[in-house]
């Protein structure tokens, strides 16, 4: 969430910042109106149980009957009034958090302007694509003809927007889990975490999932958990109620995890292959750092992602994304893989700067240094990739006349030494 004193003290700066993301700017009032009646009224409170201390003091020393019992049911007058009082600052602390959760962030200052995502912009394309002396199938023919996805049964299992993988199209999506596991741990510096696949709602809170993006979670009925829509949830909220060390930062994580987004809003869209699935497989990175690193250490972790890119030796785009495209960051890039057989560049990996927005929701601290007053540290994230869309650009990218998919060369390690599918 924003801090309140940013609120209070630069009320225009959240109006102008709200605007540029296409938010509606009245939230700041709303926020502003509700914490000045509740301050008024804890004032209130402290004014009258003060009051009352010193009363309750006086009627313990007093000797006249009648005055005492007159002092006594004026503090009765004064007790109701302050649990009245209470009641009220109590509901709306909890309207004045509900509308703190629902503000969404501020983008930075060198983010493009944009009211769509039409609006990114292309920063560079690294790669040439691959020129076919054939027309080059999508991956939905290719992966049916090899005999490594079922669609039919997929649905048959759990309905549309599933999938089966089989035999080498298994081992494939196996072998590129691993490998860019092996790749982040060995030269980019991450340790794994392997944490639980479902979580509390405060934890969603705590990266800002909840309650804007509610929508877009599969919740377990009965039990206060949700599957995690990404490995970033888990792994942002590691270190949550803690105080960090200035020594311990950064900390960088890795993890793989399966994840799981409705996909209804998409409904019409994409309703071939495997690219928009309401299950789906992806590697995640994520930083924990000190605020006047958090941008540079951003730059460092979308070089982490295009790595796995380069090694796979697929085209691909790297956007800056627009304020409308920003969804909980202050900035974000994209990188998006080409695939020849949709004709299609396909978004494999969102690498975001949050400064302390989750911060603040997720109470992350660390202290500077020995002694000093915890502040909030930064966190950011990035997929580093995600699947099946890696899957997409693999099997389209690397097929051959006769319908096979030569294996690249960075994986046949991780596939047993084969070097064609098919």
Request: glycine fraction near 6%.
């Amino acid at each position: 969430m924003l801090d309140i004193k940013l609120i209070r003290e630069q009320p225009d700066l959240v109006r102008a910042g709200l605007r540029r993301r296409g938010d509606n700017p009245a939230q700041v009032d709303a926020i502003l109106a509700l914490d000045e009646r509740r301050r008024a009224l804890i004032k209130e409170v402290e004014v009258l149980k003060a009051e009352r201390n010193v009363v309750s003091k006086e009627i313990s020393k007093l000797r006249d009957a009648i005055e005492r019992e007159a002092k006594i049911s004026a503090m009765r007058v004064v007790g109701d009034r302050i649990a009245d009082l209470d009641r009220q600052i109590s509901a709306d602390e909890a309207e004045f958090n509900r509308l703190l959760l629902w503000l969404p962030n501020l983008p930075h200052a060198d983010v493009p302007d944009g009211s769509t995502e039409h609006d990114n912009v292309v920063v560079r394309v690294e790669g040439e694509p691959r020129q076919f002396d054939f027309s080059p199938k999508p991956h939905w023919e290719l992966g049916e003809a090899l005999g490594i996805i079922d669609f039919e049964r997929g649905v048959k299992l759990s309905g549309s927007r599933f999938f089966v993988l089989k035999g080498a199209g298994s081992r494939l999506q196996r072998a590129l889990i691993t490998w860019m596991l092996d790749l982040h741990t060995q030269q980019h510096g991450y340790s794994e975490i392997t944490p639980p696949y479902v979580v509390k709602e405060e934890v969603l809170v705590g990266t800002g999932n909840l309650p804007r993006f509610g929508e877009n979670l599969f919740r377990i009925e009965g039990a206060d958990l949700t599957l995690i829509p990404t490995a970033e949830v888990p792994v942002t909220n590691l270190y949550r109620d803690e105080i960090l060390e200035a020594s311990d930062l950064p900390i960088f994580h890795v993890a793989y995890t399966p994840c799981w987004r409705n996909e209804q809003m998409s409904a019409g869209r994409d309703v071939r292959g495997i690219k928009r699935v309401y299950q789906f497989d992806k590697v995640e990175m994520v930083k924990f750092v000190t605020p006047e690193t958090s941008y540079a250490e951003l730059l460092t972790l979308v070089a982490n992602a295009e790595d796995v890119c380069k090694a796979l030796k697929i085209p691909y785009r790297l956007l800056k994304l627009c304020t409308a495209d920003l969804g909980t960051a202050t900035m974000k890039y994209d990188l998006e893989m080409w695939a020849p057989g949709v004709e299609e560049w396909l978004e494999v990996s969102s690498c975001s700067n949050f400064e302390a927005y989750q911060s603040r929701r997720a109470n992350l601290r660390y202290r500077p240094s020995p002694g000093a007053k915890p502040e909030f540290l930064h966190t950011l994230n990035g997929s580093g990739l995600a699947l099946p869309r890696v899957m997409i650009a693999i099997m389209e990218n690397y097929q051959q006349p006769d319908g096979t998919i030569v294996v690249p060369e960075v994986l046949r390690p991780y596939m047993g030494g084969a070097e064609v599918i098919g």
